[in-house]
Nanobody, 115 residues
C-alpha cells in the first residue's frame, strides 16, 4: 500500500505562487493516473489536475493555464506548481490516485490565498 504525504502549502497573496509536493512511500511507477485534489471549507473535494504515467495532463477549467502538474516516477513524487493564485484557490490540497482510493488520503496541505 502506498502512503502519500503532501507538503508545500502556506499563506500567499493573490497573484503569488506556491509549489506543492506529494511524496509516496512506495513506487508510483505502475500507477497510471495520479491527481491533485482540493477541498475548500464547506465544499466537496474536487479534482484539479491529473497526470498519466506517460505524462499526459488534464486540468479543471478553474485552474487551467495557472497550475502545472508533474511527476517523477524515479523519485516517487508528484508536484503541483500553482501560479497566479486567487482567493478562490484557498483549500486543503491532497494528492491521490485517479479515481481516488479512500485509504490513500493523506493529511493534505493548506493553501490560503489572501486578497
Amino acid at each position: 500500500q502506498v502512503q502519500l504525504v503532501e507538503s508545500g502549502g502556506g499563506l500567499v497573496q493573490a497573484g503569488g505562487s506556491l509549489r506543492l509536493s506529494c511524496a509516496a512511500s512506495g513506487s508510483i511507477f505502475s500507477i497510471n493516473l495520479m491527481g491533485w485534489y482540493r477541498q475548500a471549507s464547506g465544499k466537496q473535494r474536487e479534482l484539479v489536475a491529473r497526470i498519466s504515467s506517460g505524462g499526459r495532463t488534464n486540468y479543471a477549467d478553474s485552474v487551467k493555464g495557472r497550475f502545472t502538474i508533474s511527476r517523477d516516477n524515479a523519485k516517487n513524487t508528484v508536484s503541483l506548481q500553482m501560479n497566479s493564485l486567487k482567493p478562490e484557490d484557498t483549500a486543503v490540497y491532497y494528492c491521490n490516485v485517479v479515481p481516488p482510493l479512500q485509504n490513500y488520503w493523506g493529511q493534505g496541505t493548506q493553501v490560503t490565498v489572501s486578497s
